[in-house]
């Protein structure tokens, strides 16, 4: 594809552009997609560059005259890129959090949450589907709900969709979206109807399976709303994205997940189909593991996936260089990232295994959550915590949950990813 976009560059608009040129172009930012359309009519692409404009006048000056810019532009760009340390970024970034058990919220939780979300700044909220049947959820008092297919595939209880019928209107009111989860691995996991059929492995593997799967789908993404009448897929500003699975595959190893990367892209196409001209929602994978599991090359090149979806506890994947070498890899074939999940344990064990332990300096944790905050902002993709609830923290099992109204917070940051159409002002 590149080799046809530098042919075409160099016959119809800048015959000295030079290929080692083109592709450094490529792998940044915003000239990418440039590359594609009339450049001098999009002189705004230049502004953020991975590369030195005065690279660009020394090594290409003939381009640089041809589409006429002046030096006051190149000072000004100079000045951009001098100031900027290792990245500049025209979009803002933004912040967000995870409720599994959403749904089962009371009113006053709800509330609780919604605010304590908005007064910190945060866009989104990712949601999940699954059936809740404790009356308390990590500290939370909660109405049970059952799955969405709780005892056979393809039979549809729509208690939890009705439930966030509520649920994303008042989010809305607060200038939340939510970030739909259509299914989770932990589900599959737990012997929910797909795994007690299929197992963890031929669920993915099984036509007949990703045909029944694609079915619930499209059921949810046509869930009619009970008080707005209208289906979800077209409710672009109540929804920020659909995602088919949370961490999908990942107990079956990161070889699997690298053999099956199909699955997640064909799933993504069937998202993307059902949405058809309702474009403001954006469709994103579920996560992996870790950093490196979550961002595979088949979901960079699938035309139906926006978002790749980064799920991390390791401390090495809140490295700032770590991150934005997957944000080149991102940017160079048109995909955003959203580091969708991350957290810092309540306990001394490793921040990756967090069942149980000695507790953790509270100084300390504050320590590592603002620091891991600021370390993937600094890389440029907005962030999701794991997870904010509306209550304090009781600190149970497996506990990286903070009380609303804490820390993380996010300031006003720049990010390598423009999210502005599909977020609420």
């Keep these: 594809m590149y080799d046809t976009r530098y042919r075409s560059w160099r016959a119809l608009r800048f015959p000295d552009l030079s290929k080692e040129l083109f592709n450094l172009l490529m792998i940044c930012p915003t000239i990418g997609p440039c590359l594609s359309a009339d450049l001098k009519r999009n002189i705004g692409c230049f502004w953020h560059t991975c590369l030195p404009i005065s690279l660009l006048y020394a090594a290409n000056r003939t381009i640089l005259r041809d589409m006429k810019l002046g030096h006051t532009f190149l000072l000004t760009a100079l000045a ?23 749904a089962g919220l009371s009113d006053s939780d ?37 799955s969405l297919e709780p005892d056979e595939i393809g039979t549809y209880d729509d208690t939890v969709l009705n439930k966030l019928d509520a649920f994303m209107v008042d989010a809305q009111a607060h200038k939340i979206k939510l970030l739909i989860s259509m299914h989770s691995f932990n589900s599959l996991q737990a012997n929910d109807a797909y795994g007690s059929t299929y197992g963890t492995g031929s669920f993915y593997t099984s036509d007949n399976a990703t045909t029944q799967f694609d079915n619930r789908l499209r059921h949810v993404m046509n869930h009619n709303h009970s008080t707005l009448n209208k289906p979800w897929k077209e409710l672009s500003d109540y929804i920020f994205a659909f995602e088919a699975q949370n961490e999908a595959m990942i107990g079956q190893g990161p070889q699997f997940i690298s053999d099956h990367q199909s699955w997640q892209c064909d799933r993504a196409t069937t998202i993307k189909t059902e949405l058809g001209n309702n474009t403001g929602i954006l ?143």
Aim: aromatic residues 10%.
């Design 80 to 102: 951009c890129v001098s100031n900027i340390g290792h990245h500049a970024y025209a979009a803002n970034s933004f912040a967000g959090s995870n409720l599994y058990y959403a």
């Design 283 to 425: 469709v994103t994978t579920g996560g992996a593991s870790y950093l490196d599991e979550s961002v595979q090359p088949g979901w960079l090149s699938c035309p139906a996936l926006d978002v790749v979806a980064i799920h991390g506890y390791g401390t090495g994947d809140f490295d700032t260089s770590k991150i934005q070498s997957k944000v080149s890899q991102a940017q160079a074939a048109g995909k955003k990232l959203i580091f969708q999940e991350w957290g810092a344990c309540y306990f001394t064990t490793s921040n990756n295994n967090c069942p149980s332990g000695s507790v953790l300096n509270s100084a300390t944790r504050n320590s590592n959550i603002q620091t891991w905050a600021k370390q993937i902002t600094a890389a440029g993709v907005p962030w999701m915590y794991w997870q904010i609830i509306p209550n304090a923290d009781p600190h149970g099992a497996t506990d990286y949950e903070i009380a609303v109204n804490t820390d993380p917070r996010q300031s006003q940051a720049s990010s390598a990813f423009d999210f502005s159409a599909n977020l609420l002002s």
């Design 110 to 146: 709800r509330t609780t949450l919604l605010q304590g979300l908005q007064d910190a700044g945060m866009k989104v909220l990712r949601v999940w589907l699954d059936g809740q049947s404790s009356k308390t959820t990590k500290g939370t008092q909660i109405a049970s709900f059952p």
